[in-house]
């Protein structure tokens, strides 16, 4: 499982990372971006075009597939079981539903090694504690490098609290992705 | 904390209390048993597990970290539209109307209803049945009384889901409260009612569980489909959360969606 978080900036950032990504893609794909709750399918359908893999929102639930990519509903948190989603309307966490370090918790118990974490542009501090969980986790960690993000708060932050595996800009993260979805893949399910 | 331990604690729990907490979903329970830890200043899953099994009101604060569910008035608001757009004008067509809020917990979706019941003139008629497996929030909800904080958001929700008049009517303030107008309970009758053990107890012509079974597993996912489906009239309305599906549920072919892109849901058969 990949998840990525990202926060302000994150509509234009988004489609540099997923939008190079074909059809084939080894691993399935859960996105949590901090929106709006009017925002609605908007994010969907802007996302949709600039990938080729398919985008939806995730149900309650539903059984996560390879090749595919997901954004965590507004106004819910979505928590990653080993083979499916869940959704919750708990509190939000540090001021965020969905909160980036509630998801990459979950995923870091959920999936352990096989996790891999993205942390992209934001103005807060979410994901930083939710990274540090699935390194802990064995799991594999990716932060935007900040110079790189539209905002560098969040990726900073991340960056002051844990030391990821790499650092790179939006542009160079899809290729590594393949790369580590592909090593993933054969290393079997986690 | 391992799956293991969390599955034990909870099979402990029902053993001794009967409360069942065994099919709830696993990712929301862990997180809500790893805060009750924090909160209890517990070091783990086994202290946890001792101090609930020999102390009732350890196991009542435990029970009351699982069970309580957060919620605001006329959440989703596109909803609340469909349903007054689409549901209400055939409600109205009824002599009678019986409506379940099922984890009704605080009250916020059972004083939304009202006001939309009393907004389309179908309130007199109406008896909201509003059931929890938790007394606490229930009697909270049956208070009519909610944090001042929380106003501003529910306005603006009234408003987007086609509110007639100014939200401000329904409820009196003073400085931290806001205490809603006893008529919107007077057709409301709360109750206990656990969704993962009791049955049915009525037939309703509308059924709201919305964002209650998020918390649950496939497994009783189901079972709460079955106990509902045998609670609707034929004809009868089910309202879930925006995120939540019938999809792969036993009665998915036995209702047809009243709304695109909402989560109403018409009883055919």
Known sequence: MIVIGASFGASRTLPLVLGPLTPGFPDAIAVVVHRHRESDQRLVELLQVHCALPVSEAVDKEAFQPGRIYLAPADYHLLVESRHFELSTDEPFNFARPSIDVCFESVAHACGAAAIGVLLTGANADGAVGLAKIKVAGGTIVVQEPTDAECPVMPAAALALVRADYIRSARAIPALLVRLAAEAAQSGPG | ?269
């Open chain 2, 1 to 269: 904390m391992r799956d293991a331990d969390l599955g034990g604690l909870f099979q402990a729990v029902f053993d001794r209390y009967g409360w069942d907490f065994r099919s709830y979903a696993h990712a929301s329970l862990r997180r809500r048993v790893e805060r009750h830890l924090h909160r209890e200043k517990l070091p783990g899953l086994a202290e946890l597990r001792a101090a609930v099994l020999a102390d009732p009101a350890a196991m009542e604060r435990l029970f009351a970290a699982i069970t309580v569910h957060v919620s605001e008035m006329f959440r989703d608001p596109d909803f609340y539209r469909a349903f007054r757009e689409r549901v209400v004008p055939v409600l109205s067509t009824y002599p009678y109307l019986r409506f379940w809020v099922a984890g009704a917990s605080t009250g916020e979706e059972v004083y939304s209803l009202a006001i939309l019941l009393h907004e389309t003139e179908l309130y007199a008629r109406s008896r909201i049945y509003a059931t929890d497996i938790n007394d606490t929030v229930l009697q909270q909800a049956k208070s009519g009384i909610f944090p001042l904080g929380s106003m501003k958001d529910y306005v603006r929700n009234y408003q987007a889901a086609g509110g007639l008049h100014s939200f401000g009517e329904y409820y009196s303030a003073d400085s931290e409260f806001a205490v809603f107008r006893p008529f919107l309970r007077q057709n409301v009758v709360f109750a206990s009612h656990n969704l993962a053990g009791d049955a049915s107890f009525n037939e309703f012509h509308v059924i709201f569980c919305r964002n209650v079974m998020i918390y649950f597993d496939r497994t009783l996912q189901n079972r709460v489909h079955e106990l509902f489906f045998n609670s609707l009239l034929t004809l009868g309305y089910l309202g879930l959360g925006r995120s939540e599906s019938i999809r792969f549920s036993p009665h998915e072919d036995d209702y047809e969606a009243v709304a695109r892109g909402q989560r109403l849901f018409r009883k055919l058969r």
